[in-house]
Each structure stands twice: as C-alpha cells, then as structure tokens.
C-alpha cells in the first residue's frame, strides 16, 4: 500500500476511538491539514515539536498523530513567538498534516491505559470509572424473514456490545398492523386497506455516540417503507468506555518488588509514592497521564495499589493504599506503539514510523553515590 489519504486515518481512529469520547476541554481531531491530502507514511509521537516535525519532512512523512494536541488552547496569530505558532507554521510551510488522539484514545477499553496494563503484566482488566449514561436499547420491528439482515446490519454498526461478548440482542415474535395512505409503496399490504404482519420485535443494546450510525443501518437494511423504532436511555455503566483501569498482577509482588518492576517497565530512575505499609501487592489500579481524580475510585475497587502521574501533594496523606506518582511521560509512553498497532491492523502494509526526537518535558536528576 504505497498512498493513503488523511481522511482514512480519520476514519480508522474513528472506528477505534471515536472523536465523541473525548472530554469537553480536548481538542482532538485533525489539527493542521485537509482530510483529502494524500500520505505515504505516518509518523507517531506523544507530543509534537518542532524537530518532529523536521524529521517528518525529512522522512517524507505527510502525516504526524500525536497524543497530546499541540493546538490546545486558542491560537490569536500564527508567527514565530510561540513553540506551538512555529509548530502549526512548519507544518503547513512543509505540507504536513497534523492530528491528535487524545482523551479518545484515553477512554476506550482498548486504548492508552490497555497497553500500559499490558507492559505491567495485568490481568483481568476492567474499566476504573466506567462511563455512565453513555448506552440505550434500541427496539425495532421486521417482517420474519428480513429479520436476519436487519439484527447483522445493526450489528456490524457496533450495536450489541456487552463486555466480552457481541451481536447481543432480544427477540421476541407478535403482530404489526398499518394501513398504507395514498402516496404509500408498501413493502406488504395495499393501500388504504389495514394491513397485519408476523414481525420480530428485536432489542439491543447501543452506546449513544454510535447510534445514528446503528440507526442508518438498520433503516437501510429494512425493508419497510417507514421503519418503526424506539430508544430508551439506560442507567446502566457502559463497561467498555471510562477513565482508568484495573487488573490483577500474575503473582503478588511486596511494594519494594512493585516499584522496582515499575520502574523498570517504565525506565525510569525515580517514583513518586506514599508511605510503603509492608502491604503485598495484587490487584493495581492505574492510569495513564493526570489521574488523581481517580483515586476514590481505586479505593472503592479494592486497589492496593495506584499508578498515575501529577499527583499533588494532600493526596498522598491518607490514601488507603500504595499511591505511585510514575510521571506524565513515563505513564503514557506506550501510546505511539498503541496507534501504530491499531493503522497496522488495518493499513498492515503502510509506512509507520516512530520521531527518533521524542520530547520530555520533565527530567530526573539522580545524586551520584
């Protein structure tokens, strides 16, 4: 595959982490550039500077994805006075289009803290702080033997997802009555006559952000002139979309045993934590980036242990359990290998490159001994 286009990367990222994840103050999407622009390869990286962008252009690469949106608040001018102004100029002056995969990517069961729970050996994942409000069941009715097509249809759109198990639904036989009025071209029936019909009234269930997708779908595979369907919201979590993660460790480890194996995960020379207990630990809740707004919810979850970043000073008093501040950077380290993961699945044979210039913002100084 030697050419894609940036709308094809848009769509990709889409299907595996849709834009309307993302929390309110993010700005995700596609930054700098045209979704009609053509691309031969693709560089990734967690934050955007101005040598990846050099080394793009060196590399011929059309096309950065970054984490972290380098247009984060509003930009009054584009000149030479800021990083990000600079940044935004490059890339246009080199024809290179930009775009971020931020708390999208964040949200998603499969996403920035699924590959962090994989490098620390996790096991038994399941969402910290599930997304709530975010499902509704979608009812339908067909005729009998349009009622295969339609359940598929519906599921290829996304609907039917509970936890590890797909193309979920209800289904249960009675009869529609209607009485086509003039203008009508009914699939079964006459005009002006009432009419009644062996239908299956079938029942899914449907994340919010995807069911106008799951609706043209079913409605373009039914084959009734008008189709008749409800939506009800639901209370329940949905499971596959929220903040944080939780898993289980192999073997328990003693903390002095955790943190030695995080920090060697993580290569870094120095951790962040509270008080160590003699606890042993087993089960460890985590999160990639800020997340000590997580931390009720990791007690809640019987978490012995806690591993996020930008942890602020009162949250290590008191915590309940081993608190771990392994740094912004280190914590989400693995997110240009998540996004390559997911373009190879789909583009296997498209050029995808890693920035040789990754930037830290945070260092570590360690006192000779």
Known sequence: MNELFVKDFLALFEEEAPLALQEQYDNAGLLVGSPEQAVKS??????L????????????????????????KGLKSLGTRTEVERIVVSAIRKGISIMAMHTNLDNVFHGVNHIFAEKLGLENLHILRPVEGDLCKLVTFCPLSHAPAVREAMFEAKAGHIGNYDSCSFNSEGFGTFRALEGADPFVGQVGTIHSEPEIRIETIVPLHQLTAVVAAMTNAHPYQEVAYDVYPLKNANQGIGAGMV?????????LEFLKHLGEVLGIPALRHNTLRGRMISKVAICGGSGAFLLPDARKAGADAFVTADIKYHDFFDAGLLLVDAGHYETEQFTPQLMA????????TFAVLFSEHEYRAVHYFVKPQ
């Not at 693709?42 to 934050?47: I, K, P």
């Not at 898993?247 to 903390?255: A, H, V």
């Not at 993961?341 to 296997?348: L, T």
Request: with cysteine; glycine share 6%.
């Open 42 to 47: 693709v560089m990734l990286c967690l934050d």
């Open 247 to 255: 898993g289980t460790l192999k073997e328990p480890m003693s903390e």
């Open 341 to 348: 993961r997911m373009i190879k699945k789909k583009f296997p």
């Open 49 to 72: 500077s101005e040598a990846i962008v050099e080394q793009a252009a060196a590399k011929g690469c059309g096309l950065i994805i970054a984490h972290h949106p380098v247009i984060f």
